[in-house]
């Protein structure tokens, strides 16, 4: 028998299956102090807790009987999972739970923004009949720009559809099958922004994304744009979409979630073309049930020994096969990370191949760190090292993985290309002895790069001077080279050089360089 300890609030429709397992034995403590916690968590297999229950290093300590811990819910910042990945303790969430609650949160407020509903509303309450300052607009035949077409992004647009709405598709995983399929038009995030009559966010908040709406991008809208977040706040800068409300540009918009929550003193929510909930997306009695659903059911498998899913920290491994490849997972997920930032277009199919030693281990976890580090960097904290398969899987990436015997004279040696819409990029790196990770190949270029830090990768021609012209223009803006490498083919051809940097550099000094004559292209990369 196993114990499980349900330490939050949860409904019983939820956790029924647990309820009837014949193998488990449930108890439900709710309330529990932190030392009423640490007295019982020493006696259960798994524990279920949302958001009030503190799953600490010293209560993952005393749980030493524990296989599991579930979220009922995305987050998990209540639960230390470096803590509990040193223990050997599967942290599980339920990620699907509320898709459709947010998205259609996200289409109410659609509606309500095109239809000042809110706003009428308060008006009629307060004892005045007002038809004439209310005028709306229909969906019909607008244009709806999503940016982000994962779960939540994609039902938005099914519902857009079904109002007779044209809907232009971002994302960076989009493919033109998949848009077609969908009856969609895939779009850049800057036809998106010139072409929709509405807008709405549905992309993780990641350093790519952070503020992806801002001046720039109001100053390109249509006049009367309205614009919906129900995602993360910050995507859309809010002090950009303050001026851009006063200055008429953007006509409303609709926002459950905030830069700061809650957002006190934002002068946003005094606006009257604003439409604010406070963080209501996943709020409904079907996403909570759900998220307990899915949660429950991964318990159940983890418990029984059964494959699972929805896990936020690094499967387990048997201990001798992590031993042999734990010294690659941060080389991998650099590779990975790498290759997300430089390469151009939806991504189709990831290709690694390990040589040298490497062919002698499981590789499998290895593969796995690539994934998330390529799918990372524009999903953000959605991916992690048990779902990364899943998710590429979902968004009909092919993933090919082999073994060859060719070491190109390195100890070992891992190379991963990805192929997109656009390209296909690739680079390989290896462990040296006494120097740790190195990128060694970027495309057909050698090189010779510690993957880490701030980095500047130049695509140019190999022409007398132009380092210097970089180097120089670097300096007068205040930044530092730390290192720098150079690669070739031949003598006067095209080339490349891998600088590494002290900090930042803005997109202003990264136009003065791609505005050099040998320069074919410039890309900072944060690893």
């Not at 919906?228 to 409300?245: P, S, T, V």
Request: glycine residues 8%; aromatic residues 6%.
């Amino acid at each position: 028998m196993f114990k499980v300890l349900i330490s939050d609030p949860l409904s019983t429709f939820g956790i029924q299956k647990l309820l009837d397992a014949p193998d488990v034995e449930v108890v439900q403590q709710t309330n529990l102090s932190p030392s009423d916690l640490l007295a019982v968590i020493g006696e259960y297999d798994a524990l279920l807790v949302r958001s009030q229950t503190q799953v600490t290093a010293e209560v993952l300590a005393a749980g030493k009987r524990l296989k599991a811990v579930g979220r009922a819910g995305v987050g998990v910042d209540n639960i230390d999972i470096d803590a509990a990945t040193q223990s050997g303790i599967v942290v599980i969430n339920a990620p699907d739970g509320n898709t459709i609650s947010t998205a259609e949160h996200s289409f109410a407020m659609l509606m309500a923004v095109a239809r000042n509903i809110p706003q009428a509303h308060k008006k009629l309450t307060d004892g005045t009949w007002d038809r004439k300052s209310f005028q709306g607009v229909e969906l019909n035949n607008k244009v709806l720009g999503v940016i982000g077409f994962g779960r939540i992004g994609s039902e938005v647009a099914k519902r857009a559809k079904a109002f007779h709405m044209q809907v232009l598709a971002y994302d960076p995983f989009l493919t033109e099958e998949r848009a077609q399929k969908m009856g969609v038009t895939m779009a850049t995030v800057d036809q998106i922004v010139t072409q929709a009559d509405f807008i709405t966010v549905h992309t993780p908040l990641t350093k790519e994304t952070r503020h992806l709406l801002s001046t720039n991008e109001f100053a390109k809208m249509k006049q009367g744009v309205r614009v919906i977040n129900c995602a993360r706040g910050g995507i859309i800068d809010e002090k950009a979409l303050y001026e851009a409300i006063l200055s008429g540009k953007v006509a409303g918009a609709a926002f459950d979630v905030f830069e700061q929550e809650p957002p006190t003193d934002n002068p946003l929510i005094g606006l009257p073309q604003m439409i604010v909930t406070p963080h209501l997306g996943a709020s409904t009695v079907e996403a909570q049930e759900n998220v307990a659903i899915d949660v429950s059911e991964e318990i159940l498998k983890v418990l029984r020994g059964q494959p699972f899913k929805n896990a936020v920290n690094l499967p387990s491994v048997p201990a001798h096969v992590m031993e042999r490849v734990q010294p690659y997972f941060t080389l991998a997920e650099k590779l990975g990370h790498f290759l997300a930032q430089v390469s151009v277009g939806s991504v189709q199919e990831i290709s690694v191949t390990y040589s040298g030693e490497l062919t002698e281990i499981d590789i499998s976890p290895l593969t796995r760190t690539i994934l998330k580090g390529v799918l990372s960097f524009h999903l953000g904290e959605e991916v992690n090292y048990v779902n990364a398969p899943i998710l590429a899987k979902s968004r009909e990436i092919s993933v090919n993985e082999q073994k060859s015997s060719q070491t190109k004279g390195f100890t070992n040696l891992i190379m991963v290309s990805v192929k997109t819409t656009q390209e296909t990029r690739m680079v390989a790196g290896t462990r040296l002895n006494g120097y740790g990770a190195r990128i060694v190949k970027i495309d057909d270029f050698s090189i010779d790069v510690a993957p880490e830090g701030f980095l500047l990768f130049v695509h140019h021609h190999d022409r007398p001077g132009v380092i210097g012209r970089v180097g120089t223009i670097l300096g007068s803006n205040d930044v530092n080279i730390a290192t720098m490498q150079v690669g070739r083919r031949d003598v006067g051809g095209e080339a490349i050089m891998m600088l590494a940097v002290d900090k930042p550099v803005s997109r202003d000094i990264l136009d003065q360089i791609g505005e050099l004559a040998e320069i074919k292209s410039v890309t900072e990369i944060d690893l």
